[in-house]
Each structure stands twice: as C-alpha cells, then as structure tokens.
C-alpha cells in the first residue's frame, strides 16, 4: 500500500515539474514567429529579403566595433581625424542602445523575462522597427568611412592597413544596403501589379453576374 502511494505521488510530482517546464519554455517557442501587425504590411519574399540583409549588417556591425577597438587612444591624431572617429564611437554607442531596447521590447511583447544576451540578437532580424533605424545608423558608418576617414592622410599614416578594412567594411556594407533596397524595390512593384488584376477579376465577376440576372 505504501509502496503504490509512494508511485503516486512520484508520478503526480513529475507531471508538475512537466508542467512547470511546459509554462516556462512556452514563451520562448512563441518568439519564433513574427507578430501579424508587424508581418502583415510586406510581402513575405520581402520580409525574408530583410531579415537576412539585417543579419548580414549585424555581422558586419560586428566587425566594425573590432576594427574600431583597434584603434585605441586617438590622442596623438588631429583633431578632424579624432572627430570622424568620435562619430563613429557615437554611431557604435547609437546601435548598441538601439539593439537593446529592440530586444527588450519585443521580449516584453513576448511576455519574455530574461536579461538580454547576444543569443538573442535573433530576436530582431525580422523586426521593421529595428531594421529601419539600424539601416539607417550603418548607412551612416558607411559614408564617414568612405567620404572622411577613406582619404584622411593622417589616419592612413597612423593604420595603414587598419584604413583598408574599414573601407572594404564600408563598400560591404553599402553593397547590402543597395541590394536590400533594390529587392525592396522590386517586389513592391510585383505586389502593386497584383492589386489591379485582382481588381479588375472581381469587377468581371460582378459584371457577369449581373449580366446573368438580366
């Protein structure tokens, strides 16, 4: 008798730490899909097109804070050098908080309660909010590098070969920008000429119809 007690409770203790386990895992596996207010307004090619364009630019975001660290203390360069490398300080500081309350946002929206990690970069790869402005921020790393420090002299002399990949870090992230934007552009034009056709359809069904009831 004590022993089938015994099974019992044994068996109605797992059932609760299955349970327990089901309640905390739940939120995570909700996270993998994208809002319907947030997915609705694309095209869905499109929204794959950016996710993708976002990973690509983090990755090279990525780069961009290790070339940066290897710069070190910008005390000996001049004084123009020191600004457009102070911009790009402040660019790095303006993605980082950006990256943060996009994630904390979207775990809120996800009932997530966690500190944010960079595991959970993933989290904003197929957010518009974030994509927008992130885009924008890198747009601007890129031209500082490619119209400032690119035939800045002082800082050639000072990194050589430091200067060379910033800017084919510069082009690379240019070249995700123009793709994103002309795939954008391109399957906008698709989705506007599905809308006529579908229209014009519905408005050969109506008129059949009320030719048939005549």
């Not at 780069?63 to 940066?68: P, V």
């Not at 960079?118 to 927008?132: N, P, Q, R, V």
Request: glycine share 2%; proline share 3%.
């Amino acid at each position: 008798m004590g022993g089938a007690c015994s099974g019992t409770k044994s068996q109605a203790k797992q059932k609760l730490q299955q349970q327990e386990l089901n309640i905390v895992d739940q939120p995570y596996l909700k996270v993998q899909s994208i809002p319907q207010s947030q997915s609705s307004s694309r095209p869905p090619e499109q929204r794959s097109e950016s996710g993708e364009s976002v990973k690509d630019l983090l990755i090279l975001y990525k780069k961009f804070t290790d070339f940066l660290g290897l710069v070190g203390s910008l005390d000996h360069l001049p004084q123009h050098t020191r600004d457009q490398l102070n911009n790009c300080i402040i660019q790095r500081s303006n993605i980082n908080i950006l990256i943060q309350n996009s994630i904390k946002r979207i775990m809120r929206e996800q009932q997530i309660i966690k500190r944010v990690e960079e595991s959970d970069y993933y989290l904003i790869h197929h957010d518009e909010k974030f994509a927008i402005t992130f885009t924008q921020i890198m747009q601007k790393i890129s031209t500082i590098i490619l119209t400032e420090l690119k035939d800045d002299q002082d800082f050639q002399e000072a990194f050589p070969m430091l200067i060379v990949s910033f800017v084919d870090l510069a082009q690379q992230i240019t070249n995700v920008l123009e793709n994103c934007q002309n795939f954008k552009t391109l399957s906008s034009k698709k989705f506007r000429n599905k809308q006529p056709i579908t229209q014009e359809s519905n408005c050969q069904k109506t008129t059949n119809k009320t030719t048939l009831q005549q």
